[in-house]
């Protein structure tokens, strides 16, 4: 094969960017854009019995359980930062009962600090995450420690270097994939950070003196809501239980040493294509 034809068959073409055939040539090296694939799949086989081959290998390398059934899958789940803000507006709102529904449709919202001097602390989004990560009673936290995102703000209370960094990494951070399966009458969340030719990143302060994995961040993040808000109801996924981490979910373009921990894309494009869409294939 002359460069001409190589370049016709692998070149920069919209087709060539996630190929329908010999799919581990595809270009695209993002990895958000396999792990919308990955989306479709965890949903269009949430039922056990759907779940045969390559796919069944898919949920073990997720760290689903074989008998789980999928209730709800998230793409870049923004569970923080939404959390806080509907709070927010439920607690500020609450002397306006009747206009709670209106309050929370509108694409800005504001109340004066003074009003939340008088509010129980203890109902705040904010106020439990910061108990969570002080592991007790926060002291000297102020009406804008409750209300502000804490992912710009940095809270008057008194909190150490390391606890201020870790609710500033936990407010900013969201898995590439949340998963809620029930299994055995019990409802689970799960987390998966996908990665694609690239390692795990890390959260770091200004002069690099703390540094945070991801996995390790969105794990303490599915633990904090199923401590509070998700509590009685929801309980961290056993794999992440275990190893107080995120699923880490790579996608690879051939089996590498480490096969039983990656997902190849060709399953990926294959799965979407012809199982979940019904594509067609095109004549040559």
Known sequence: MNYEEINKKYGCTAENFIKDKETEYSICREERQYAVLLYNILRFYRKTEMRCGETGRIFKVCGIPKEAKIKKVFYEATFMRDFFERNRRLVLGKDEEGKIPGILKQKDFTRKTKAVESMDMNDFFNYKLMKY?????????????????????????????????????????????????????????LFLECKFESGESSYSNKDKSNRKKQSEIQWMIADFLCRTYLEGKTEVSESMRDKKSSCLVRFVRKDGKKAEEEIKISDLVNLNGKEIFHEEETAV
């Not at 990494?169 to 590439?176: G, I, L, N, V, Y």
């Open 133 to 189: 990560v002080h592991k007790g009673e926060v002291e000297d936290c102020e009406g804008k420690d409750l209300i502000y995102n804490l992912g710009r703000y940095v809270p008057h209370a008194k909190l150490s270097e390391d606890e201020l960094f870790t609710i500033k990494c936990m407010m900013e951070a969201k898995p590439d994939i949340a998963v809620l399966y029930e299994k055995d009458d019990k409802q689970y969340l």
